[in-house]
């Protein structure tokens, strides 16, 4: 199943990854290691596709086709409540229970609720904020800006143009992203734990980030003035 921006809706060409889960029914491997289970996918994919180059990873399956088109599967095994668990990075164990369809159906009831309008503002933000920020360690996470617009956008009762929206959603970050947000799937404790704890040096910086972002888009008085704050593609 795709995880990630994919199964949101939030997916942004040339930006987001494309998370796939390959969820393993073979009831064999449910005590297995993440590595053991690895690797009987690739072994497995390896007898279907015999002319491919399949490759086990620390996390995840690669296969390659003949037309330089590669895929990347992570194994995952089901939980008895409906969760899922991965191999953990950096560590020999599989994850916490992760459940990714808690996530999507408060976005998508967030969305619904304001006429589907919060899907295409947050491509817009990431779009936005990855063209602002350009040191790669500084990046503001995809998964991190959907779970600043669920709740900047639960209780909005603001006009719903794309301008006015991304205004509000930028505002809000700038003292939402001083506090760490609990990730509601489970799989880790916070969202945003790449910022460190509450009040920390990178949520001041990624905070002043949001507010002169939040100038920028005020300060568009023309579509060709908008439209030059995105990436070109995005």
């Known amino acids: 199943m795709f995880g990630g921006s994919v199964r949101k809706g939030t997916y942004v060409t040339g930006l987001s990854d494309v998370d796939v889960l390959l969820v393993v029914n073979e009831s064999s491997l449910v005590n297995q290691s993440p590595s053991d289970v690895i690797e009987y996918v690739r072994d497995t994919i390896q007898r ?42 950096g560590s020999t164990q599989w994850s916490n229970v992760a459940r990714p369809d808690d996530f999507a159906e408060k976005l998508s009831e967030v969305n619904q609720a304001r006429g589907g309008r919060v899907i295409p503002v947050i491509k817009l933000a990431k779009a936005m904020a990855d063209c602002f920020i350009s040191r790669p360690s500084r990046k503001i996470s995809g998964y991190h800006m959907e779970a600043l617009a669920i709740e900047a956008f639960r209780d909005y009762t603001g006009p719903l143009d794309t301008k006015a929206m991304l205004i509000h959603l930028l505002g809000y970050s700038i003292e939402a992203v001083m506090h760490p947000i609990t990730d509601s799937t489970g799989q880790s404790r916070h969202v945003d734990e790449y910022l460190c704890s509450a009040g920390s040096g990178p949520r001041k910086r990624t905070s002043t980030y949001f507010g002169q972002m939040r100038g920028k888009v005020r300060s568009c008085s023309t579509k060709a003035e908008f439209d030059a704050l995105f990436c070109e593609g995005n």
Not at 55 to 73: N, P, W
């Open 48 to 89: 279907q596709l015999p002319n491919n180059t399949v490759s086990a990873g620390k996390l995840a399956v690669t296969v390659r086709y003949a037309k330089g088109t590669e895929i990347q599967l992570l194994p995952a095994i089901r939980t008895r409540t409906d969760g899922v668990r991965i191999a953990e990075p």
